[in-house]
């Protein structure tokens, strides 16, 4: 079946403008995550949804990101003023449930920001 | 100190070879660990899970050491194919399912 999309795959931008990426979970998984890893460093956790809701935002490095997920699928992260230092993969993943800790994890391909 | 640590590498191993590669983490509350396999600008992708019996996957074996809070993995019979970075994931220990990665261990096989 599907697996978990994102969108753009790339989005260039200029220092101080606003983006916008897209995360499709796999259908019927309740729990939605993001991640970003830049260059040469190993996954940073952002955010993560159960359902549309975001218990834990203390992941998200500033006031200019956010991130909100609408009718249990379809989740958006932004990143406003953007500043050179965002340039990075962004990953979501998702997975079935929350609540078990084995629950696996399954990835989208991220999107490639580069901030200029 | 990091929660999760590996040593970067890489390790360029012949084809054939035998590879390990060890992590430490330092929440003793976490509860799962695993490891995924990331290749060259792609997403991650789960490897295996570590339970604290050991298992084993082929010519991969993961092994758990709660006491000293490390994980390994071990590949036998190295193919071009398990070129990647590897890595060493931990659940936070809280209530949910929160992953901590490791920066990924980078393994090299030539041939």
């Known amino acids: 079946g599907a697996g978990v999309s994102q969108s753009p795959s790339n989005k260039v931008t200029e220092k101080g403008k606003d983006v916008e990426l897209r995360c499709d979970p796999i259908?019927?998984?309740?729990?939605l995550y993001w991640y970003r890893q830049s260059l040469g460093q190993g996954l940073e956790f952002l955010i993560y949804?159960?359902?549309?809701?975001?218990?834990?935002k203390s992941g998200l490095p500033s006031d200019r990101f956010s991130a909100e997920r609408t009718g249990g699928s379809v989740s958006t992260l932004t990143i406003q003023r953007t500043q050179q230092e965002d340039s990075a993969v962004y990953l979501c993943?998702?997975?079935?449930?929350?609540?078990?800790?084995?629950?696996?994890?399954?990835f989208g391909p991220g999107t490639r920001l580069t901030v200029l | 100190r990091k929660e999760v640590e590996q040593d970067p590498g890489p390790f360029n191993v012949p084809e054939g070879a035998t590879v390990a590669f060890n992590c430490t983490y330092s929440?003793?509350?976490?509860?799962?660990f695993f490891w995924y396999r990331q290749d060259c600008r792609k997403e991650p992708k789960l490897l295996m899970s570590?339970?604290?019996s050991g298992n084993e996957d082929g010519r991969f074996t993961a092994q758990l050491n709660r006491a000293s809070q490390y994980i390994s993995l071990l590949i036998r019979d190295s193919k071009l194919s398990d070129s990647a970075t590897y890595l060493c994931?931990?659940?936070?220990?809280?209530?949910?399912?929160?992953?901590?990665f490791g920066g990924g261990t980078r393994l090299m096989v030539k041939p």
């Open positions: 570590v339970y604290s």
């Open positions: 993943a998702s997975s079935l449930y929350r609540a078990l800790t084995t629950d696996t994890q399954y």
């Open positions: 929440n003793s509350a976490s509860q799962s």
């Open positions: 259908s019927g998984h309740t729990a």
């Open positions: 949804f159960q359902g549309n809701s975001a218990p834990d």
């Open positions: 994931v931990v659940n936070g220990g809280n209530a949910g399912n929160m992953l901590t």
